[in-house]
C-alpha cells in the first residue's frame, strides 16, 4: 500500500525555518520522483518544488533561494528545507509521487502529474 506521511509543519514568526519530511512507503523511492506542492485557503493547490531521482531540482520562483528540497533514498523520506519564511507562506503543504524517475518535464507543478498524495501538514508564518 502507497503511504506518504508529512510531518514538520507549525507555526513559525516571519523570517523564520521551518524543515517539512515526506516518509514514504508502499514503494521504492529510487524510481519515483517527488513534489511538494501547497495550498492555501481559497486558492488552487500550487507546485512548490520538485526532485528526480537523477537530482534534478524544480523551484517555484515564489520560493527559489529560500527553499530547498532534498532526499534520503536509504530512509525513504524527502525532505523542504524552508528558510526565510513569509506570511505569504501559510498553507497546508502535501508531498506527492510521480511514476517516473523524472519530474514531469512540461509540467512539474501540475498537480495531476502525480498519482499519490500524502494527508498535508499545516504551515502558519504569522507573528
Known amino acids: 500500500q502507497v503511504q506518504l506521511v508529512e510531518s514538520g509543519g507549525g507555526l513559525v514568526q516571519p523570517g523564520g525555518s521551518l524543515r517539512l519530511s515526506c516518509a514514504v512507503s508502499g514503494f521504492t523511492l529510487d524510481y519515483y520522483a517527488i513534489g511538494w506542492f501547497r495550498q492555501a485557503p481559497g486558492k488552487e493547490r500550487e507546485g512548490v518544488s520538485c526532485?528526480?531521482?537523477?537530482?534534478?531540482?524544480y523551484y517555484a520562483d515564489s520560493v527559489k533561494g529560500r527553499f530547498t528540497i532534498s532526499r534520503d533514498n536509504a530512509k525513504n523520506t524527502v525532505s523542504l528545507q524552508m528558510n526565510s519564511l513569509k506570511p505569504e507562506d501559510t498553507a497546508v503543504y502535501y508531498c506527492?509521487?510521480?511514476?517516473?524517475?523524472?519530474?514531469?518535464?512540461?509540467?512539474?507543478?501540475?498537480?495531476?502529474?502525480?498519482?499519490?498524495w500524502g494527508q498535508g501538514t499545516q504551515v502558519t508564518v504569522s507573528s
Open positions: 506527492a509521487a510521480h511514476r517516473h524517475y523524472y519530474c514531469p518535464g512540461y509540467g512539474w507543478w501540475a498537480p495531476y502529474e502525480y498519482a499519490y
Open positions: 526532485l528526480s531521482s537523477d537530482a534534478t531540482l
